[in-house]
């Protein structure tokens, strides 16, 4: 516990007080973008500092100091540890030198760490190292700005770090195909959704159809339920026009006789064709008689 307080106080007072370039006072030409061999060697310690800090960090107490951090709304160590967060993985422990400091990577050509130190603007510097780590190597970046204490002197504040690992060919087009493989599979799984809802629109556009129906049914008057047509009585069929029987063949008497007949029986004739016409129920006009005579043995007489 007492350690973990001990950290975060030195961590408090690298925020708040970068670099103190105590006995150090402002000359007239200090706005030049020269960096002198005090600001560089300070430079360096300051940045040996925060890569030992940060790697001395578990992953508890890493947790713990974000969560300060960004309490405090520091956004400049929030966003440092966000970035030492997310490459810790892949670098492994940090190695150290004979003093135990942090291993900087050498130059081959002068055997001396490779840092580059630079102003990069009016009391604006920036520096440049590679650590060593268990697993690769990591370009550390540190940029602060000099500011005035008030007493003569100058004060470093931090306003950038970032951490770029460097990772091999492979697998730099590894992580490469894998982002790109992320990002089809998501634009693939988003136009099968796209396409699952457009399907889905006539089943909406139908439910809204059955929908409307239903409400225009129950709103509108129930029909009057029509009486059952009565039963209707078959038509009688009209009697058949009965066929006038057609008179026995008589045999044929002379003409005299027939003419005679004719002339004295005309009264005769008459009634006798009403007679038949009224039990035939035949008109008088359909009835033609030919002929009449008297049957033998018959009690008729004539008056």
């Known amino acids: 516990m007492k350690q973990n307080i001990k950290r975060l106080l030195l961590l408090l007072s690298m925020i708040t007080c970068f670099f103190v ?3 150090c006072a402002k000359t007239e030409d200090a706005g030049s973008e020269e960096v002198t061999a005090e600001m560089k060697e300070t430079l360096i310690n300051g940045s040996r500092q925060y890569l030992a800090t940060f790697a001395a960090y578990s992953d508890e107490e890493l947790e713990e100091q974000l969560k300060q951090a960004e309490k405090a709304e520091n956004t400049v160590i929030s966003t440092a540890l966000t970035s030492w967060k997310s490459v810790k993985e892949d670098l492994g422990s940090l190695q150290v030198d004979e003093m135990g400091a942090p291993l900087i990577q050498t ?14 603007g009016e009391d604006t510097y920036q520096v440049e190292m590679t650590a060593v780590y268990e697993q690769r190597t990591m370009e550390f970046v540190l940029t602060a700005e000099a500011e005035d204490d008030g007493y003569g ?3 470093l504040t931090v306003t ?23 990002g089809m599979g ?5 136009l099968l959704f796209i396409s699952f809802i457009i399907s889905r629109l006539k089943m909406v556009n139908s439910w809204g159809t059955k929908k409307e129906d239903k409400t225009v049914k129950e709103a509108a008057p129930a029909k009057p339920v029509a009486p059952a047509p009565a039963p209707v009585k078959p038509a009688e069929p009209e009697p058949a026009p009965v066929k006038p029987a057609e008179p ?19 009264e005769l004739v008459a009634v006798i064709t009403a007679a038949i016409s009224a039990a035939q129920k035949v008109p008088v006009e359909g009835l ?16």
């Open 248 to 266: 026995e063949p008589v045999p044929a008497e002379p003409e005299e006789a027939c003419e005679e007949n004719l002339v004295d029986d005309l």
């Open 153 to 155: 002197g100058s004060v």
């Open 107 to 120: 130059d081959e050509k002068t055997g001396e760490p490779a840092v580059t130190v630079q102003a990069e």
């Open 288 to 303: 033609v008689v030919r002929s009449i005579r008297r049957k033998s043995g018959s009690n008729w007489k004539r008056s």
């Open 186 to 190: 998501t634009v693939f799984v988003v």
């Open 160 to 182: 950038e770090m970032t951490f770029t690992p460097d990772y091999s060919i492979g697998e730099k087009l590894g992580k490469a195909s894998l982002n790109m493989l992320m």
């Open 21 to 23: 370039l105590s006995g």
